[in-house]
């Protein structure tokens, strides 16, 4: 059973640029889930999208979106870059994100904002 | 509102001790779920246990074990005879049910770093 698949490893962005980020759930899990990991706020929750709809968002501006497609992959963009937008992005793949069916996470993406 | 804490931010150990991580979590819900990740260098999370407030059970796997208390909203995790191999950073994070208002995320302690020294 293949895991949770994110793309790219790595991605090197300008401040004021824009970056999206790609995960694919395990398959049949609807629920992908994504976070945040900086040094200084440790793992923070972005948001959480399951059959297509966001469920519930994070305390993030508005510059942090995402979608999820019929097939449960999602896509996260950040728009108009800052320096603090440099972290480790991490999805979550859950069959429904209820707390009995477990999470199984990406290896990350790990942007850097220059 | 969900909260865990692990106070411990930094553990180094010499190979064959045993070490245990703290994990103290506040829920409103009667209904929750703990877990614990490792995080080696390369960045995935690693599953390790997940654990229901409805079982108490402590749960041993190979040099790995696990006290849930719910009296003191406590759930540790114990390496035995710690090994290299187990330097990482640990989490421990919380998930309440849906109906309780978990909005479906996971809140992660701020992670304890372990360093097994040779």
């Known amino acids: 059973k293949a895991g949770v698949t994110q793309t790219p490893r790595y991605l090197i962005k300008t401040r004021g640029q824009q970056v999206t980020l790609s995960c694919s759930p395990i398959s049949g899990h609807r629920s992908v889930s994504w976070y945040q990991q900086t040094p200084g706020q440790g793992l923070q929750f972005l948001f959480e999208y399951f059959s297509e709809t966001q469920r519930n968002k994070g305390n993030f501006p508005g510059r942090f979106s995402g979608r999820q497609f019929s097939n449960s992959r999602s896509e996260m963009n950040v728009s108009t870059l800052e320096l603090g937008d440099s972290a480790l992005y991490l999805c979550a793949s859950s069959f429904e994100n209820r707390g009995e069916s477990g999470y199984t996470f990406g290896s990350g993406t790990r942007l850097t904002v220059v | 509102a969900q909260k865990v804490t692990q106070a411990q931010t930094e553990i180094s150990v010499v190979e064959k001790e045993d070490v245990t991580l703290d994990c103290v979590y506040e829920t409103r819900d009667t209904t929750y779920y703990l877990f614990w990740y490792k995080q080696p260098p390369s960045g995935e999370l690693v599953f390790l246990i997940r654990?229901?407030?409805?079982?108490?059970q402590n749960e041993i796997s190979g040099r790995y074990s696990w006290n849930f208390q719910k009296s003191t909203s406590s759930f540790n995790f114990t390496i035995t005879a710690s090994q290299v191999v187990d330097s990482a950073v640990y989490f421990c994070a919380l998930t309440e049910s849906p109906s309780g208002g978990s909005n479906y995320k996971l809140t992660f302690g701020k992670g304890t770093l372990l360093t097994v020294n040779p």
């Open positions: 654990r229901n407030s409805f079982d108490e």
